[in-house]
């Protein structure tokens, strides 16, 4: 399993940001994916969730703001960030949901 993320950045409030996570090395089609964030000083938690059928579920706080979507052809899934907030800044990791290996994740700077 490999999984490649990327597009975070420095964004002030109210802006947007789109990441992207490059997936390998399973059956992507097969497998229900996910987005974690970890911010400073505190624990990894999930953000959202896309299962093969297409069915999406998110944490309450980012529900309406966040869009998690998937590109089954190119084996990427994405994570579509609109209205942050500074405490949405964190360190955003995908994972494919039965596997324990993680990527290397990519930084989200919400801030003026």
């Known amino acids: 399993v490999q999984l490649v993320e990327s597009g975070g950045g420095l964004v002030q409030p109210g802006g947007s940001l789109r990441l992207s996570c490059a997936a390998s090395?399973?059956?992507?089609?097969?497998?229900?994916m996910t987005w974690h964030r970890q911010a400073p000083g505190k624990a990894r938690e999930w953000v959202a969730t896309?299962?093969?059928?297409?069915?999406?579920f998110y944490l309450d706080s980012v529900q309406g703001r966040f869009t998690i979507s998937r590109d089954d052809a190119s084996g990427t899934v994405y994570l579509e960030m609109n209205s942050l907030k500074p405490e949405n800044t964190a360190v955003y990791y995908c994972?494919?949901?039965?596997?324990?290996?993680w990527g290397q994740g990519t930084q989200v700077t919400v801030s003026s």
């Open positions: 090395g399973f059956s992507f089609t097969e497998a229900i």
């Open positions: 994972q494919e949901a039965e596997s324990t290996t």
């Open positions: 896309m299962s093969p059928g297409g069915a999406t």
